[in-house]
C-alpha cells in the first residue's frame, strides 16, 4: 500500500512563490485550486477509509469537473448530492460510472419530485432521502402525480448519529433526523414498503460531532480533552446503535448500502462492519476548519486571492472584497483566514467586509497598492458560491480552468 508520505511526494504540493507565478496575469478576486494538493488528499483519504469506497459529497466539491476527477481516483465510487435539482442534473451531465447519486438531505420540492419520478434514467440512479413517514407520504404523492404506472423512486433512511445522553436530556451533535433508535427505523422501512411506488435501497447517517469537529484545536487543553472524551463516548455507541438499526431495516428489506462517516471519522466508520461505504468530501480541498485533527494532517488545496487597495495606517492594508464567511454558528472560525503573505490577520472590531477587508500586521508595511493577498476559507464547497471558475494550478502553471456550480449557471441553494 503506498504510505501518505508517497502519496504526497508523487503529488507535490505548491508553494505560494509559485501560485503567484501562475497567475501573474489574472485579475483578483479569484480562487485557485492546487491539483497536486487536490490529488494528494484524495488518496490519502481512499487510504484512510480502509478499503471501504467513498462516496463524494458534491457539496464540498461544488465543481462538476473536479468531482469527476475525484471520483475517477481508486476508493472512490458515488456521488453524495445535496439538493435533488442538483442530483437530477449530476444524473444527467456525469459519466454513470461513476456510480449512483445519494441525495443526503431530505427533499420537499414536489416538483422535482414529480420530474425524478417520470424520469427513468434518473430513477435508477438517485435515491432521496427519507426520516419520517411525513417524507414517505409526500414522495409517494408526487411520484403518482407524476405517472400512474413510473417507476419505483430509490429512498433512503437517515438515521440520527447524534449522542443522547441521560435520557435525551443532553444532546450532543447535529440535530438531522427524529429517527435515532433502531426500533423507528424498522417500523420507518415497514412504511416504504407499504408504499408501492417507493423502494428502500440504504440507510445513512452522519455522525458530525465525531466527523466534523477538531480534536486538536489549539487553546484550552480542558475543551480538548472533553472533544476526545465525547468523540469517544460518541463512537462505542453509535457503533452498537448503528449495527441494530441496519439489522432492524434488512430484516424488512435487503439495502444496497450503508452510508456513514465524514472526513474527520474516516478511520473509525469503516472499521464498522454494518458500514458499507462512507461519505466524504471536504478534505479535498481542505479548508481551514479541517486544520486541527490528530488522524489525518490535509493540505490545503483551494485559496483566493484579492487585491491591496489601501495603507491606511503603518503595519495596515485593506484589501477589496473578502467577507465570504462560512455557514454555522456566527464565530470567528467562520472567518476566511489571510495565509500569504505571513504575518496578517483580521482587525478584530471589523472582520471580513463584503466591499473591503483591513488586515494588520508586520507584512503590510511590504504591501503596496495592487498586491496580492491570499486566503483560505473555512470551509470546502462555499467558496465556490463567490466565483464563476477555479484556476487549476500545477506547480508554476495554471493547467485548465473548471466552472463552478456557479459558472455553469446553478445556484442550487
Request: hydrophobic share 45%; aromatic share 4%; charged share 25%.
Amino acid at each position: 500500500m503506498t504510505t501518505e508520505t508517497e502519496i504526497v511526494k508523487n503529488h507535490t504540493p505548491a508553494s505560494f512563490a509559485q501560485l503567484e507565478q501562475a497567475t501573474a496575469e489574472l485579475r483578483p478576486p479569484f480562487a485557485v485550486v492546487d491539483l497536486g494538493a487536490l490529488r494528494a488528499n484524495a488518496e490519502r483519504m481512499a487510504a484512510r477509509a480502509g478499503g471501504k469506497p467513498i462516496r463524494l459529497a458534491s457539496k464540498s466539491l461544488r465543481c462538476r469537473t473536479l468531482i469527476e476527477d475525484v471520483l475517477r481516483t481508486p476508493g472512490y465510487h458515488g456521488i453524495m448530492a445535496f439538493t435533488l435539482p442538483e442530483a437530477l442534473w449530476l444524473a444527467r451531465t456525469t459519466d454513470e460510472s461513476l456510480g449512483d447519486i445519494l441525495v443526503a438531505y431530505p427533499c420537499a420540492d414536489v416538483a422535482s419530485l414529480r420530474e425524478l419520478a417520470a424520469d427513468e434514467r434518473a430513477a435508477a440512479r438517485i435515491a432521496v432521502m427519507a426520516d419520517s413517514v411525513e417524507h414517505l407520504d409526500l414522495i409517494a404523492a408526487a411520484a403518482q402525480a407524476a405517472s400512474a404506472d413510473g417507476p419505483q423512486v430509490r429512498v433512503c433512511l437517515d438515521l440520527d448519529a447524534s449522542l443522547r445522553l441521560l435520557g435525551g436530556r443532553i444532546h450532543l451533535g447535529m440535530r438531522r433526523s427524529p429517527m435515532h433508535d433502531p426500533a423507528a427505523a424498522g417500523a420507518l422501512a415497514r412504511a416504504v414498503l407499504d408504499r408501492p411506488r417507493l423502494r428502500l435501497v440504504g440507510v445513512m447517517s452522519y455522525e458530525g460531532q465525531i466527523a466534523g469537529l477538531a480534536d486538536n484545536q489549539p487553546g484550552s487543553p480542558l475543551m480538548r480533552a472533553g472533544v476526545r472524551l465525547m468523540q469517544r463516548l460518541s463512537t462505542q455507541e453509535l457503533r452498537i446503535r448503528r449495527a441494530a438499526a441496519v439489522r432492524a431495516v434488512q430484516e424488512v428489506a435487503p439495502l444496497e448500502f450503508v452510508n456513514g462517516g465524514g472526513t474527520g471519522s474516516l478511520e473509525s466508520t469503516s472499521s464498522e462492519s454494518a458500514v458499507t461505504e462512507l461519505g466524504a468530501g471536504s478534505g479535498i480541498y481542505a479548508p481551514r476548519l479541517f486544520d486541527h485533527y490528530r488522524a489525518f494532517d490535509p493540505l490545503p488545496a483551494a485559496y483566493f486571492a484579492l487585491t491591496v487597495v489601501r495603507r491606511p495606517a503603518p503595519r495596515h492594508v485593506t484589501v477589496l472584497g473578502g467577507g465570504w464567511i462560512a455557514s454555522g454558528p456566527a464565530g470567528a472560525d467562520r472567518l476566511p483566514t489571510p495565509v500569504w503573505p505571513q504575518g496578517l490577520g483580521l482587525v478584530g472590531t471589523e472582520g471580513a467586509g463584503e466591499v473591503q477587508t483591513p488586515l494588520v500586521g508586520e507584512a503590510a508595511d511590504r504591501l503596496r497598492l495592487g498586491d496580492r493577498v491570499w486566503f483560505r476559507h473555512a470551509k470546502a464547497g462555499e467558496l465556490c458560491e463567490r466565483v464563476d471558475r477555479l484556476h487549476l494550478v500545477e506547480g508554476d502553471r495554471i493547467v485548465g480552468e473548471a466552472p463552478t456550480y456557479r459558472g455553469e449557471g446553478h445556484a442550487f441553494l
